[in-house]
């Protein structure tokens, strides 16, 4: 029952971790691969599941603050493999009975197979999915363990007056085994999973097209840039109207920069892509790059800004501006679905004759 709890815990965070490792996620796969498919987002996402599902387990239940502070147990046992001389000296337990083993049922005695079960998952992941040698599993198991260990020590990173759960040198032991040994039997695995050097390819493959996503994900990078220094700029300088400086910095990025490095933003750069013109020389004239940061930059992902200076030119109701702009914003996102559906180009790059042209290599690493 208490694994059932478990579980339900990780449902009902997961979409929040989901939504924190999506960007990272989104980043280092576009980078290195240039596209992302389905099977890669169901393994990578299953094995952040995973990692949730066993801290879950680790940390939980939680006890109140009042229960934690008349608890009088040791902190920590640095006393290795404690529990085999109990086995062999309770004087229950003979190796040449087999009705004894029935004995070994005791949650004390179980303990250690359910930690060594428990990071036999962690251990194939690596060895499969992120290719790790051997000393690499085990280095890496024994920091996930390690992880756990302290995170009791800590008593649940000092949110507690005092440790609630034993940090256990054994447990270190376990959780390390399960790692080596699920590096061990990954290949019995083999026949039922797709082949990880496949998946690659088709990745490698994908990624020579530019998809929609992809370029979301280039535009949410330069725009965390211009963010962090217009709040630094506010910081320091102590600016206001920050709104106006905010467009003078989308526009220097997605003109200025794009036109005089050769059709790059710097989320263009990080994820290897680049826009170009359909012309001989692919060379992009200055004022396609203008027309385009009008329309998409300042009219529609920044509305908010054009619309209630057009209402103020013009005395119109500001009210009115914001619900012409979210009804914009609310369309063009729909589009940008569609376009993201049947792998199409938006139509900004259309009306432009531009295009984006993947400078990813197979070879390529980060």
């Known amino acids: ?20 490792l999506s960007l990272p996620f989104l980043f280092h796969h576009y980078r290195k691969y240039g596209s992302i498919t ?15 599902c066993v801290y879950f387990l680790v940390v939980t239940p939680l006890p109140t603050r009042g229960e934690v502070l008349n608890y009088k147990g040791a902190y920590y046992n640095l006393k290795p493999f404690f529990v085999v001389p109990e086995i062999f000296m309770s004087g229950e337990f003979n190796a040449l009975k087999p009705e004894s083993y029935l004995f070994l049922l005791n949650q004390k005695y179980l303990e250690p197979l359910f930690n060594i079960l428990m990071t036999i998952p962690f251990g194939i992941y690596l060895r499969y999915y992120f290719k790790c040698s051997f000393f690499k599993t085990l280095f890496y198991s024994f920091l996930l363990s390690l992880f756990f260990e302290l995170t009791q020590l800590s008593g649940l990173y000092f949110l507690y007056p005092r440790p609630y759960r034993l940090c256990d040198v054994n447990d270190l032991i376990n959780n390390t085994t399960g790692g ?8 019995l695995f083999a026949l039922i999973l797709p082949d990880r050097d496949k998946i690659d390819d088709k990745s490698y493959s994908r990624g020579r097209n530019v998809s929609v996503l992809r370029k979301g994900v280039s535009v949410i990078i330069d725009y965390f840039f211009i963010t962090l220094v217009c709040a630094c700029c506010v910081l320091l300088f102590h600016l206001k109207n920050i709104e106006y400086l905010y467009i003078i910095l989308s526009l220097f990025t997605f003109v200025f920069i794009s036109k005089y490095s050769s059709g790059y933003t710097f989320g ?22 203008f027309i385009k940061w009008i329309l998409l930059h300042f009219v529609i992902l920044n509305g ?18 914001l619900i ?43």
């Open 1 to 20: 029952m208490e694994y059932i709890k478990v579980i339900k815990y990780a449902v009902l965070c997961f979409p929040i971790v989901c939504l924190l």
């Open 38 to 52: 389905f099977l890669r987002f169901l393994l990578v996402f299953s094995f952040f599941f995973y990692l949730l």
């Open 180 to 187: 080596v040994l699920g590096f061990l039997i990954t290949p």
């Open 268 to 289: 263009k750069w990080l994820l290897k892509y680049r826009v170009i013109s359909d012309s001989m020389d692919g060379s992009i004239p200055f004022y396609k790059y």
């Open 304 to 321: 908010w800004f054009a619309f209630g200076f057009i209402c103020e030119f013009f005395r119109v109701e500001y009210l009115f501006g």
């Open 324 to 366: 012409v702009y979210f009804v914009l914003l609310g369309l063009f996102l729909l589009y940008c679905l569609f376009c993201l559906i049947l792998n199409r180009d938006i139509f900004i790059n259309k009306i432009l004759v531009i295009s984006s042209e993947s400078v990813i290599g197979i070879d390529d690493e980060i």
